[in-house]
Nanobody
């Protein structure tokens, strides 16, 4: 059983930084067997893949955040992180942590349907 809980969202001015966290509440769970990802969604729009951390440690980023966001994890807790720097208003969204029990095909790493476990989201608002 997987229970994901996000935290770390908030309001920040453009150019600022935030670090999001995603905690698995299952004490017997380790992220090592999962592909972990961050998605974001604005009301009325489709959920957008932001970053993926694969089981082999490789990372994948959406072009819109490449060079500004970093996905990482701490297996000891376990916790997934998303470090967000140089934030712009277009980054404003509800951010969701997600996990895939099976490895997605490479062309679907950033597709929400590849992930079966989701947190409830944490809001990020970036102002000008």
């Amino acid at each position: 059983q997987v229970q994901l809980v996000e935290s770390g969202g908030g309001s920040v001015q453009a150019g600022g930084s935030l670090k999001l966290s995603c905690v698995d509440s299952d004490s017997g769970y380790t992220y090592s067997r999962y592909y972990m990802a961050w998605f974001r969604q604005v009301p009325g729009e489709e959920r957008e893949g932001v970053a993926v951390l694969s089981s082999d440690g490789s990372t994948t980023y959406a072009d819109s955040v490449k060079g500004r966001f970093t996905i990482s994890k701490d297996n000891a807790k376990p916790t997934l992180y998303l470090e967000m720097n140089s934030l712009i208003p277009e980054d404003s969204a509800m951010y969701y942590c997600a996990a895939a029990g099976s490895p997605p095909p490479p062309w679907l790493l950033l597709h929400p349907n590849s992930y079966n476990d989701w947190g409830q989201g944490t809001q990020v608002t970036v102002s000008s």
